[in-house]
């Protein structure tokens, strides 16, 4: 019942929108029209954009702030102190994250800590949800996350910030665009830190005797800068540095039998890229995008003894080195058909050192991966619809993996099927089919995480099959856009509990998930805009009698976002931000309801201009009503935060 009327109530928001506006769905390209993000070649798909403007009033300090804009993904903190995303219900290694056309995700995990990964940089973040495009390559079965860096439009810009807050909060940053019409050149850097984040003032326990989190501070420095060369009319080339240099605590678990008592002393990230694009062939109807990147990673993680922090029992350190590569061929053929076929690999080294301080024994590993994939894919493009298919084969070859036994190679095909019909110059309706393999991370299968977790050698590959239709409509004012989808993961990996409070890592044999979701962007008036989203989710595996009833964890039933931006005055302007998550389980051996949460945020901002700079100053109170919640079990998440921030921009 709750369901239908879900159903009922989205299907008549969106055509109560239908009277508006005028805006093509479908048109025929050109080879100048299409856009090069990330190093891929964007095919006309749905998507969710969230521009600069939105990222700068988010006062996001790191990449993990920003889920709250993006429709469907939830943001959780789990027990290593990892902030990752959800989307759908699909985990973070689900999930492909690219900045600026290389992976974020480090092979060893497929995974990274968004909390370390700062917004300085950023221009742009673009959502694809479902599977996507074989041109993306392997191990994406739920969505893919592309980041890009801010660009050069034509004028230089520089902007300095400064941001200070409770608990000794403090973040400075800065960035600098500029160039002409043959070199442009981005550099930026931040800087912020914080002793410890307060809890809910109705959070009480016996092991976290303060109003601060225990555990839970953070720093983190920052380097990008990126050079573009424009060598002729036909060719580009890039060059990108990035650096990222962190530590933190990690808050413990406070109601589990073994919880962590960890500490990152050392995170450290270094990624050097070479990019570029030639157009070439007849009437040059041909385009050739690449990229080269380099990515050194070191981690170093203490282990204590109890919650005094005051004696290390372990130590592990990791050393990552990896290389990935891209190229993309893109041929448009007539006005109606572009054909591409692209490459996507990377090989990654991970060595890792465990020190045990109680016997002074020392335990080294190495391991060793190659993942590629090739794929193309044809797309079909006249007045009235869009057709894309897209098929590519993905492989995975694992020479060394510590003093385990060899593992063959594997393969795996991969298919996405898009057919987009336009019914109207505003309303276009869209159906995306898909078959996904993931292949199983080394850590996944190998890593005893320093005795929390017993490894499981012969983890299968999951295989994601997907079906999704989508109504989407442009107006004067805005854009809404309906989702149905249903999803089945064959050979899932979930974990389990052992009977001596161990982890495990196992397939379910089949996860079904299916929901449906709408979001909408309006500009109710010149001051005036409104952004709301809201999806509903159904996930259960396969239980010994063939039913769709076993409880999965942390896949909420219910997530909801809503944002309001008022310029209430000339030059002062209001934000409110809120999300909703609910319904939603843990497993604890066995299952428990964590408690739904509801959150607001606000921003108060007053702009001038002043010897041509550009000045803001602004107030954020985040949680406005010190709100208790959990985004994982027995990891209570900050309560009522407040920063105050001033900009300048020349």
């Not at 102190?81 to 600026?100: H, I, K, P, T, V």
């Not at 380097?223 to 036909?234: G, V």
């Not at 044999?509 to 159904?538: M, V």
Request: net charge neutral; proline share 3%.
């Amino acid at each position: 019942m709750l369901l239908k009327r879900f159903l009922y109530f989205l299907c008549f928001y969106f055509f109560s929108t239908s009277t508006f506006g005028q805006t093509d769905s479908i048109k025929t390209y050109n080879l100048n029209e299409i856009t090069v993000k990330s190093g891929i070649v964007l095919e006309p798909k749905l998507i969710t954009e969230i521009n600069l403007k939105e990222i700068e009033y988010s006062d996001a300090a790191s990449i993990s702030d920003l889920a709250r804009f993006i429709p469907s993904l939830k943001l959780q903190t789990n027990s290593r102190g990892e902030s990752l995303f959800y989307m759908r219900g699909s985990n973070e290694r689900q999930l492909a994250l690219f900045f600026d056309g290389v992976p974020l995700n480090i092979p060893w995990d497929n995974r990274i800590d968004l909390s370390m990964v700062p917004t300085s940089a950023i221009g742009e973040l673009t959502i694809s949800k479902g599977i996507p495009s074989v041109i993306y390559g392997a191990n994406t079965l739920a969505g893919v996350i592309s980041i890009d860096p801010a660009a050069f439009n034509g004028k230089d810009r520089k902007k300095a910030l400064i941001q200070i807050g409770e608990n000794n909060s403090q973040k400075y940053s800065a960035f600098w665009i500029g160039g002409n019409e043959k070199f442009s050149h981005l550099t930026t850097f931040s800087y912020k830190t914080v002793d410890e984040y307060n809890l809910p003032d109705d959070y009480e326990h016996k092991l976290n005797k303060t109003n601060q989190r225990l555990n839970s501070y953070n720093s983190n420095f920052n380097f990008f800068s990126k050079f573009n060369y424009k060598i002729n009319n036909l060719s580009k080339i890039g060059l990108s540095l990035s650096y990222i240099d962190s530590e933190k605590g990690v808050p413990p678990e406070m109601d589990v039998a073994k919880p962590r008592y960890w500490q990152y002393p050392v995170w450290q990230k270094f990624t050097s890229t070479i990019n570029g694009e030639h157009k070439f062939g007849i009437n040059l109807n041909s385009l050739l995008v690449y990229s080269l990147s380099f990515t050194k990673f070191k981690m170093r993680i203490d282990q204590f003894n109890d919650i005094t922090y005051s004696n290390i029992s372990e130590v592990e350190k990791d050393d990552d080195n990896t290389i990935t590569g891209r190229v993309i061929y893109t041929k448009l053929i007539g006005s109606s058909s572009i054909w591409k076929f692209a490459f996507n690999g990377y090989s990654t080294g991970h060595e890792e050192t465990i020190i045990d301080n109680t016997t002074n024994d020392e335990a080294f590993s190495e391991y060793r991966q190659n993942v590629f994939s090739f794929g193309t894919e044809y797309e079909f493009i006249n007045d009235k619809f869009t057709s894309i298919l897209g098929v590519g084969l993905d492989g995975v070859n694992t020479p060394k993996v510590g003093d385990n036994p060899d593992k063959d190679s594997e393969f795996d095909y991969s298919l996405n099927y898009s057919f987009i019909y336009s019914l109207n110059p505003a309303l276009s309706l869209q159906l995306n089919l898909g078959r996904k393999t993931r292949f199983p991370s080394l850590r996944e299968a190998y890593s005893e995480a320093l005795g929390k977790f017993k490894i499981n050698p012969d983890l299968a590959p999951e295989v994601s099959y997907t079906i999704e239709t989508s109504l989407n409509r442009v107006f004067d004012k805005g854009t809404t856009n309906f989702n149905l989808f249903l999803i089945y993961l064959n050979d899932g990996i979930v974990k389990e509990t052992l009977e001596d409070g161990r982890k495990i890592r196992v397939n379910k044999e089949n996860i079904r998930s299916y929901g449906a979701e709408i979001s909408s962007q309006y500009s109710i008036k010149k001051d005036l805009s409104i952004s709301f989203n809201l999806t509903y989710l159904n996930s259960f595996s396969k239980n010994e009698f063939g039913e769709y009833k076993d409880t999965l964890e942390y896949k909420p039933q219910f997530m909801g976002a809503i944002n309001f931006n008022y310029i209430m005055f000339k030059n002062f302007n209001v934000l409110f931000e809120a999300n909703y998550v609910g319904r939603e389980y843990s497993d604890q051996g066995v299952f428990k309801k964590m408690s739904d949460y509801f959150l607001v945020n606000t921003r108060f901002t007053y702009f001038f201009d002043l010897f041509n700079v550009k000045l803001e100053s602004y107030i954020r109170v985040n949680n406005l009503f010190d709100k208790l919640y959990f985004t994982q079990w027995s990891l209570p998440e900050a309560g009522r935060q407040f920063w105050a921030g001033f900009s300048a921009e020349f």
